[in-house]
């Protein structure tokens, strides 16, 4: 009877034996596999942070750059008012100056007739008579025929010159 109990105790420790073995080797994979896990977990929680990093850094970034914008949209509104202010200084300084203009023609036109007038008792050859009316077809024609010239238009302008209004 002992040697069959012994030799199943026997047994037994053999089995034992080896399956310590069997969890020894997997408690060496499974320590394995804790470092590899805790690895990967801490490398991720970096990666997490340096996203977190990031999108901290983009959120200041459309901050700035939204206020930039709008910066910069005030200042092109102003330079569209001052553009608009300029145009209309522009246009009133080109009436002005056209106004000049017509005022300057007018007073050298003046002059020019003025200084034939009195070239005319002055110094005769310098005189220049004022150009004749010329005809149109219809009125030559009926002038050939034997009839009368039109009637030719009144002066006007500056005591019957002819000459332009002088604006003052």
Known sequence: GFGKVIKMVD????VLKKEQEDD?????YCALQFDSSDDKKKALER???EHENAIATAKEAIATLTDEIAAL???IKDLDKAVVEATEQRKAENVEYKDLMASDAAAKDLLNFAKNRLN???NPKLFKAAPKRELTEGERVAVNMGGTPPPTDAPGGIAGTGIGAFVQ
């Open 120 to 122: 005319k008792f002055y």
């Open 47 to 49: 990666t997490v942070e």
């Open 24 to 28: 020894d080797g997997k408690k060496e």
């Open 11 to 14: 047994d037994m420790i053999s």
């Open 73 to 75: 949209e005030k200042g």
